[in-house]
């Protein structure tokens, strides 16, 4: 393990899939904390760029996605010895309508939904025929998904839909081309984010991809986790004083929530055996 991700879900045989974003690679463990796969990784023969979201589906299929090298994976019934590079960059679909893929959701009707880092809109494809592509709308800069239990599909934006966030956007794909850290502008631009219309949004999506009314939202969205507590010691050579202080120094504990469900998880809650 090397630099957590969004990437983090549980297979219908209680293993934990954990994509790492430093070790450019994919682990298993099973529910003990067992590792169930090589020291380095699953890595496709060091093939993986810097991964983040990764599923499990109700049919116990895997499916992760790579943000650098705009990569697909799919890893038929959780077997990670089957699993295949669907496709990566620019050379077929899915990964044509990527942009810096980095999370992923499936609907009731088998339809994988990804967001785009570096764009400002969802790619949606069947999971049996990844060919077919659709894209719709939504705030720039995707992060988060989910897929709620009438196949609605909630989509956070880093930057919102405002002008700010566009150009905020376009830095980051700039710094990308020429090779410099698009993550810190990345980063320093949220770090100074206070709300309001020029900060992020929520994009609500009906099942057909049409906006729900009012969207996309901008106030009163919950922050669960803090991201960052001292932006300068997150990048170049911190004080080894302050080299700790770039996470988040708090969390929101709910209270009365639900208890947990069983794995994979989709639409309806389906209580543990």
């Excluded at 295949?84 to 994988?112: W, Y």
Aim: charged share 15%; net charge neutral.
């Amino acid at each position: 393990m090397q630099g957590g991700t969004f990437g983090a879900a549980v297979d219908a045989n209680d293993n934990a899939w954990l994509s790492n974003y430093g070790g450019k690679s994919i682990a298993i463990f099973d529910k003990n904390g067992k590792p169930l796969t090589p020291s380095d990784g699953i890595t496709f023969g060091g093939r993986l760029g810097l991964m983040q979201g990764i599923i499990v589906t109700p049919n116990g299929d895997v499916w992760a996605v790579g943000i650098t090298k705009n990569q697909l994976l799919h890893f038929p019934n959780g077997d990670w010895t089957k699993g295949r590079i669907v496709c990566e960059g620019q050379d077929a679909q899915p990964c044509k309508s990527f942009a810096g893929p980095f999370h992923l959701g499936i609907d009731q009707q088998n339809r994988i939904w990804v967001t785009q880092a570096l764009g400002a809109w969802v790619t949606r494809f069947p999971a049996t025929d990844p060919n077919k592509v659709e894209r719709f709308e939504t705030g720039y800069s995707g992060s988060g998904l989910g897929i709620d239990s009438q196949g609605n599909v909630w989509v956070s934006s880093r930057f919102g839909t405002s002008d700010v966030g566009k150009a905020t956007l376009g830095r980051m794909v700039d710094a990308l081309k020429s090779g410099g850290e698009y993550v810190e502008v990345m980063a320093r631009a949220m770090y100074k984010q206070k709300g309001g219309p020029d900060g992020g949004s929520v994009t609500l999506l009906r099942p057909d991809g049409s906006q729900y009314p009012g969207s996309p939202f901008t106030g009163g969205d919950v922050w669960v986790i803090n991201n960052g507590q001292d932006i300068d010691s997150c990048f170049g050579t911190p004080d080894e004083a302050l080299s700790t202080r770039c996470g988040g120094q708090g969390v929101v504990v709910f209270f009365g929530m639900a208890k947990p469900v069983r794995a994979p998880q989709i639409g309806p809650a389906q209580p543990l055996q």
